[in-house]
């Protein structure tokens, strides 16, 4: 008898063409995202891949903090929850299983985004309401 291993593997490339350059990539912040409020094919895509069962929250999404909570979810201007307040974006892809609710994150807080890049339909900056406590992001 003989025992043949098999192994497989995948690689994901995050698509980062919503960051305009490299500026404050490199002092990100970890925070925690509450993955209930983020909605699926728009912030995060479910495995389709039986062999790899972990979803991928997407780099570039832009997160504000819940106060309540203290975790992130997706900025949303007319949320009155603290997701208003722009905290800034998600810097790289993370991977989570599909029971898990509470995810670990690189938070670009500092830097340039493309506007039109941002995924789930870009990012409109008229509705950013300044504030000491947002992000320190320039849009073009």
Known sequence: ?????????????????????????????T?????TKFTKDVHYQASTDST????RLLSGVPVGRVTASGLFGPYDPAAADGRQVLAGLIFA???FAPTQTKVAAALLWHGT?????VPGGGI?????????????????
């Open 1 to 29: 008898m003989t025992i043949q291993p098999i192994s497989s593997s995948a690689s994901y490339t995050a698509d980062r063409s919503w960051l305009a350059g490299m500026h404050g990539t490199d002092s990100t912040e």
């Open 31 to 35: 925070i925690t995202c509450d993955i």
């Open 52 to 55: 790899q069962p972990y979803s």
């Open 93 to 95: 892809e993370t991977l």
């Open 113 to 117: 985004v493309r506007t039109a890049k």
């Open 124 to 140: 409109d900056p008229s509705k950013i309401v300044p504030s000491a406590a947002a992000a320190q992001i320039r849009f073009v």
